[in-house]
T-cell receptor, first 113, second 113 residues
């Protein structure tokens, strides 16, 4: 039973346009959400996070939105660049514990030049 | 910069062999993790350690054991490798009390024949 779901295995976007990656969760105890980015042959790297007390967090070109009532979060990348092509994992935790971190299955983003 | 180093990037082993995967971090982090990454399944936690000699089972511990004799080193052991353990193995670390911003190694791609 996947508690964190990324229903789109892949997404292609033109360079300069917006990329929107989506993630749904089922466990209402989750209170902290993260996005990781992974290039081939490298480990994932932390990208951006959001606490459940907020509904938006921005960091440069990256914005994460959280809709608690819908149990949905999304990552917006504007403008998209070819170097953003990677697998993006969303993850969720609860109780302030990294031990409780649960990952989604990932979305492969391809930004076309 | 935080560095998490995994000793082997690529391994090929035979069914029944004992396999050691080593991970070293240089940031004095209390918490260390072993995950496996499989297509469509995301990252799944195998084992977690929150201190020297302390460990907790993750979501998929069957067929694996771990060792943490020093704070900086966390080893994953496959006592008798099987073909269904062919996977990408990722080590991660973070400081105590962290909600999920993990630092990952580059991964070890294990193939069991």
């Amino acid at each position: 039973d996947q508690q964190v779901k990324q229903n789109s295995p892949s997404l292609s976007v033109q360079e300069g346009r917006i990329s929107i990656l989506n993630c749904d969760y089922t466990n209402s105890m989750f209170d902290y959400f993260l996005w990781y980015k992974k290039y081939p042959a490298e480990g994932p790297t932390f990208l951006i996070s959001i606490s459940s007390i907020k509904d938006k967090n921005e960091d440069g070109r990256f914005t994460v939105f959280l809709n608690k009532s819908a149990k949905h979060l999304s990552l917006h990348i504007v403008p998209s660049q070819p170097g953003d092509s990677a697998v993006y994992f969303c993850a969720a935790s609860w109780g302030g514990s990294a031990r409780q971190l649960t990952f989604g299955s990932g979305t492969q983003l391809t930004v076309l030049p | 910069d935080v560095k998490v180093t995994q000793s082997s990037r690529y391994l090929v082993k035979r069914t029944g062999e004992k396999v050691f995967l080593e991970c070293v971090q240089d940031m004095d982090h209390e918490n260390m993790f072993w995950y496996r990454q499989d297509p469509g399944l995301g990252l799944r936690l195998i084992y977690f350690s929150y201190d020297v000699k302390m460990k907790e089972k993750g979501d998929i511990p069957e067929g694996y054991s771990v060792s943490r004799e020093k704070k900086e080193r966390f080893s994953l052991i496959l006592e008798s490798a099987s073909t269904n353990q062919t996977s990408m193995y990722l080590c991660a670390s973070t400081r105590g009390g962290n909600t999920g911003e993990l630092f990952f190694g580059e991964g070890s791609r294990l193939t069991v024949l």
